[in-house]
């Protein structure tokens, strides 16, 4: 069943702030969907203020719900390479997910937690903490990995297999309505690099996240 404090999702536990640390401090009280309920924390964004590009994933992973920081586990670590292949700074970059606390299931024999895909209804509760991350830090690009983010931003019809390495409109959906009026940006759809970690032809697939961030690298 869902709550009235599902209903409401994130929006009223987000301060009217643009400073990050302060976004972040506020996060660990949220308590706009259920999620918040199981994960060890919430996994805030994390990168410099000053970033030019948010790139912006799924969910927080087993690794990254343990440690309380993005991208730190081993897709955390694809992407890293991924970034230096197609030179970029990393740190130009900002990382944060749609959802900030990792959904799950549990294995049914031992203690091994499986990934969930987040629903559109906790991918929209979330929404306002991503809003916000974009009202503090004023990016020229973003950049969404996997269809989870391409659809938190673009709509449940966007297809990243469609799209994907292509210059497009800054989404609509990351304006803020007063601090963030929104720069003549940019975004690029492209996979999520934990899809790079169960494809067949490994070397293929990084290569195509490596050619899309490429784009990226070209619009900055």
């Known amino acids: 069943m869902t709550s009235d404090i599902d209903r409401a999702g994130a929006a009223e536990f987000v301060p009217a702030s643009t400073d990050l640390a302060e976004l972040r401090s506020a996060a660990e009280s949220c308590r706009g969907c259920h999620l ?13 203020a000053s970033a030019r590009v948010i790139m912006v ?3 927080p ?6 440690q309380g920081e993005p991208f730190v586990g081993p897709a955390g670590k694809l992407l890293d390479r991924a970034l230096a292949e197609a ?9 944060t997910n749609a959802v900030k606390h990792f959904k799950f299931t549990r294995a049914a024999a031992g203690k091994r937690r499986i990934h969930a895909t987040p629903d559109r209804v906790e991918i929209t509760a979330c929404r306002p ?3 916000a991350e974009f009202a503090a830090v004023r990016p020229t690009g973003v950049v969404v990995l996997g269809a989870t983010a391409a ?3 673009f709509g449940p ?3 990243v297999t469609r799209s994907r390495g292509e210059v497009l409109p800054w989404p609509g959906s990351a304006r803020h309505p007063e601090e963030f009026p929104g720069p003549d940006g940019f975004a690029v759809a492209t996979i999520h690099p934990s899809a790079v970690l169960r494809a067949d032809d490994r070397d293929q697939a990084f290569g195509g996240l490596v050619a899309d961030l490429k784009v990226v690298a070209g619009q900055l």
Not at 36 to 48: L, R
């Open 157 to 159: 019809s966007f297809r």
């Open 151 to 153: 659809k938190a931003l």
């Open 36 to 48: 918040y309920a199981d994960a060890t924390q919430v996994v805030f964004g994390a990168g410099p």
């Open 87 to 95: 030179g970029i700074d990393r740190s130009l970059v900002y990382v």
């Open 129 to 131: 903490w991503l809003i």
């Open 61 to 66: 992973g087993d690794a990254e719900d343990k």
């Open 57 to 59: 994933g799924e969910q």
